[in-house]
């Protein structure tokens, strides 16, 4: 089956920092871009980071640049977002999302989710 | 960086047909994504391409594009297709970003 599972999430305090992860499953990861894509309690989905296959390509959104880190380790089946420097503003469900990029073709879709890791910034 | 603009909400009868739209500069240059979201629930992805649907994604539901506009069409809705819906596409504006539209909120009468 193929599957994407976070964690990492947690209580945080305003200026501290955390790691998330995403171990996937069922399917050949180093062959796969993948993403990081956030939402806040009520509100819809903001995309937050980008990486493609073999960590050759790496975007960020504007409102984490410089802040946040999204590395992955292909041997471990395994992404990662370092933050850094959290504010309330950054509580939100963190998902981690597999995508096919085909830009030659006009292609972008995240075609399989994990279920989320909370993080919660409040002192 | 460009914007995906939807409207907030929508309603249909059921067994009726909806249609929901997506407006945005990127899309004259990608095709638009569709997720479905229900309430504590990760997105599922339900039209990419032109107008493809993933394995298991109903044909009740369809995707298509004209010029700034993309729409999401549910034909003959049924209940369990009360949920959020986003679009999303690459910024066309050069530097590769990824942006979604603030959703559409479907409600199923």
């Known amino acids: 089956e193929v599957q994407l599972v976070e964690s990492g999430g947690d209580l945080v305090q305003p200026g501290g920092s955390l790691r998330l992860s995403c171990a996937a499953s069922?399917?050949?990861?180093?062959?796969?871009?993948m993403n990081w894509v956030r939402q806040a309690p009520g509100k819809g989905l903001e995309w937050v980071s980008y990486i493609g296959t073999s960590s050759t390509t790496i975007y960020y959104a504007d409102s984490v640049k410089g802040r946040f880190t999204i590395s992955r380790d292909d041997a471990k089946n395994s992404l990662f977002l370092q933050v850094h420097s959290l504010t309330a503003e950054d509580t939100a469900v963190y998902y981690c999302a597999r995508s096919t990029d085909l830009s030659e073709y006009h292609y972008f879709y995240m075609d399989v989710w994990g279920k989320g890791t909370t993080v919660t910034v409040s002192s | 960086s460009s914007e995906l603009t939807q409207d907030p909400a929508v309603s249909v009868a059921l067994g009726q047909t909806v249609r929901i739209t997506c407006q945005g500069d990127s899309l004259r240059s990608y095709y638009t994504t569709w997720y479905q979201q229900k309430p504590g629930q990760a997105p599922v992805l339900v039209i990419y391409g032109k107008n493809n649907r993933p394995s298991g994604i109903p044909d009740r539901f369809s995707g298509s594009s004209s010029g700034n506009t993309a729409s999401l069409t549910i034909t003959g809705a049924q209940a369990e297709d009360e949920a959020d819906y986003y679009c999303?596409?690459?910024?066309?504006?050069?530097?590769?970003?990824?942006?979604f539209g603030g959703g559409t909120k479907v409600t199923v009468l």
């Open positions: 069922g399917f050949t990861f180093s062959s796969y871009s």
């Open positions: 999303n596409s690459r910024d066309n504006s050069g530097n590769h970003l990824v942006i």
